[in-house]
């Protein structure tokens, strides 16, 4: 979800921390998880080094964790910490919001269900959700995927901030974060321009309720986590997260990390940014997302008609647009898939198209370019190096 109204606001309004998590690993584990970071450097030094550098920026997050995978061969660097507070390092099973790159997901339950059968691209607001309004009638799943459907962003209505800043940790179902919207007209005539919004993932996750008639948590469970065997990844309501945990921070000159991992309801961004994973499910999910593990390749074809247009925060490289994916053109090389930002938080994930290599780069800040364009350089520039380090020969 795009920055559009304060974290600190609602922390001042008595929002409490997390939960300090003070456990440790065994010694023995400790030894091996030491090694192995220490190999990754030797490996992948270059990359460390950027890792390293953001973190010790006056207002750099507090922890990174990258995860490079070619073929069998998966590296975990960190640099940073999980918990600014105990100090505890960053593990590849911890928990973390993964912001936006939730529409990822989304994508993959929808076309799931068209390779099924069940929906198809050229399925209708009006036939799927005739609840909603008149003037959005025409738009398809397809146009909604490609965030060419030219439906306002809910989350960038006044109201709807405003109802955030007061009752931050209360979720709302999605049909009321599009009730937000329900008397705006579209943007745009349907397919005729890229513009990105959250309202899209959340029609695509009603869609995906109305004919599968289970929720769309349940249904993204069923079609994409048991099959990519994602065992630490959820779609929760609430402000809670699953332990353990990365924590997220909002960063300020002269201040000290400020922790904003649970201030806000996860039910808020919905379909379009409230999933929660971990770095080995993210990194098994992108794999299998772009390899085309869990729809046909003639699909995954469909899904690849590229028009201009980039992820927000905006991936390494040239970006364009595809059906709930992103096309990355970098120096190194073409990788597919997806970026984030929200509360704490900031992602990406990508892979080749076989599947067969794949990074992912979580932050434990919120980034956008509008709010730190240096920082957001920086970290752009770590995307590449990862991509890099991906496909090298």
Sequence with gaps: MPRGFSARAAAVAGISAAAMLAASMPSSQAMASSDARAEDRSQNPRLQHAMEALVERPTGPPGIVVVVHRGND????????ADVDTGRKIQVNDHLRIASVSKAFSGAVALALVDRGRLSLRDTIGQRLPYLPNAWAD???????????????????????????????VSMPPRKLLSFIKHKDLKFDPGSRFKYS????????LMVQAVTRESYGGAMRRLVSKPLHLGRTSLPKGIEMPRPFIHGYEMAP???????????????AYASGGVVSTPADLDRFIRGYVGARLFDRSLQNKQLRLVAGH?????????????????YQTRCGTVYGHTGNTFGYTAFAAATRDGRRSVTVTITRQLTPKDDLA??????????????AALRN
Excluded: W
């Design 74 to 81: 998966r590296r975990v660097l960190t640099a940073g910490v």
């Design 198 to 205: 959250n309202s899209d993932n959340v029609a695509v996750g």
């Design 254 to 268: 002269g201040q000290p990390p400020d922790d904003i991992s649970e201030i806000v309801a996860a039910g808020l």
């Design 139 to 169: 738009v398809t799943l397809g146009q909604l995927l490609q965030h060419t459907s030219g439906l306002p962003d809910f989350t960038k209505n006044k109201a709807f901030q405003n109802e955030v800043i007061a009752h931050p940790t």
């Design 375 to 388: 920082m957001f350089t920086a970290y752009r520039k770590l995307q590449v190096l990862a991509v890099c």
């Design 311 to 327: 992820s927000e925060p905006p991936g390494p490289g040239l970006n364009k647009a595809g059906m709930a994916i992103f096309r």
